[in-house]
DNA sequence: CAGTGGTCTAGACCACTGA
DNA sequence: CAGTGGTCTAGACCACTGA
């Protein structure tokens, strides 16, 4: 039973939820409901077509978004399928520390404790893809919220992406704004882990030895090359990352 | 000047990247070696079609991909610009645990401290959306990575969506793979700490009670209301959490 | 073979922006 | 007003799948 349109449809002047939308929203609906279990046979861009009554790039770039975002699966000369939820990737926002704060409406301030040229040890020659040995600039920040210590940034640089590095006042702008914009992050790893802070990290932070604190070590590489490794340490009473998933 | 081509292009047999895909390749390179600044204009749709001699409706298409993939940012009226990388967020995969201890060949085991009815407390009747004092659902389990203890799990569940849970045999079932088979997860918020364990979930990984530890604490909706909140501790010296980001 | 999704086209109408 | 992106259409050719 299709329904039938004027061949050129006139849009309503204001929203009027686009075509390619209304099917979004409607298969979202469906499968947010259980109409149809993971690995089920969803109905074809036909079937779409005809039960909506609009064209089938409509009805495609519905799908394709959905696809791109995880709803469904598609298997060309086969069909759509509901996809299997849960075991999803979640999203995870990682920002600046000086943005982080200053969006709480907090004040924040960096103190240097550390800012200098080193030379590469092997294991972080590695890192950076350079030669054992080969200068590298290492600094040692610790960041505040309104006065309180909330994360100590120990950082080794690449000098061919930062060659200004050293140069740079951290006290008004923190490392990871400065490199942002010699070169451009293309490509990062992380990884998230609990430990005890170094001696020297729970003086800078002003906790016990024995404080639990959240390690997010991070390498960021540009243009193909690793630009810098970090190690963010931060009090576990004091911080904690937050995430979210919404498909 | 604008390459001219015929008016019905012949796809070549095998492969040969799809025109959308050309100009995302194209402009993704140039995006990666800085050639415009964040925040700087971008060639607008019809110097696309210009440059690749395609239609309108490919190069939106390539544009809008990049669009959400967070490479540019579009304004109508107004044009396409380059995004502010390194602020973009980043994909993080929370897997069930069973699955995560399979994928890397280990042998996954579960032992179940306590599966009951209880009464909610204040705060966690807010959590699930249930009055004070409802039942609910709770179970403790450990779970094992080649017989070693990598997780505690501690959970809540709402009766309302999940009425058979006190049943379900978690030596062959995880909670998670019982929930996402009745409760479709629809939304998720969660959180990543470090802290030391309770003394009784210290007891229960078999780690001192000084040992820091990677907690995730995850509430989970599904059609709209809150199905469970779970508490996963982890010792941090057998754990971390891996993510990426690669636009 | 029929049915599926993948992709492209040439044209259209529109809303929005900023000069 | 010209230029921009947002969206839709009707048709087309294609590759792939499974009966």
Chains 1, 2 share one sequence.
């Not at 469906?30 to 993971?38: D, I, S």
């Not at 779409?48 to 959905?66: C, D, H, K, P, Y």
């Not at 995880?70 to 000369?77: A, Y």
Request: glycine share 6%; proline share 7%; net charge neutral.
């Amino acid at each position: 039973m299709a329904i039938i349109r004027p061949m050129k449809t006139r849009h309503a002047p204001h929203a009027a939820v686009a075509p390619y939308h209304r099917v979004k929203l409607h298969l979202k609906a469906e499968l947010q409901h259980g109409r149809w279990k993971p690995g089920e046979l969803m109905p074809s861009e036909a079937e779409l077509v005809a039960q909506f009554g609009i064209s089938r790039m409509t009805v495609n770039r519905a799908l394709r978004e959905l696809q791109s975002e995880g709803l469904v699966d598609r298997v060309q000369g086969v069909g759509t399928f509901a996809a299997q939820l849960g075991r999803v990737s979640s999203t995870l926002t990682i920002r600046d520390i000086h943005e982080e704060i200053e969006a709480r409406g907090h004040r924040h301030h960096a103190e240097v404790t550390l800012c200098r040229e080193e030379r590469a040890t092997s294991g972080l020659a590695l890192q950076l893809g350079l030669p054992e040995g080969a200068p590298v600039f290492h600094s040692l920040l610790v960041h505040f919220d309104n006065g309180i210590a909330l994360q100590c940034e120990d950082r080794f640089v690449n000098p061919q992406h930062a060659p200004d590095y050293l140069s740079v006042d951290f006290g008004r702008t923190t490392p990871t704004q400065h490199l942002l914009a010699v070169a451009p992050t293309w490509e990062a790893q992380f990884t998230i882990q609990s430990g005890l802070p170094t001696s020297q990290e729970a003086a800078l932070l002003a906790v016990p030895a024995t404080e639990p604190c959240l390690v997010i070590v991070r390498r960021t590489v540009s243009r193909g090359e690793p630009v810098t490794l970090v190690r963010l340490v931060h009090p576990g009473s004091r911080y904690q990352v937050q995430g979210q998933f919404t498909p």
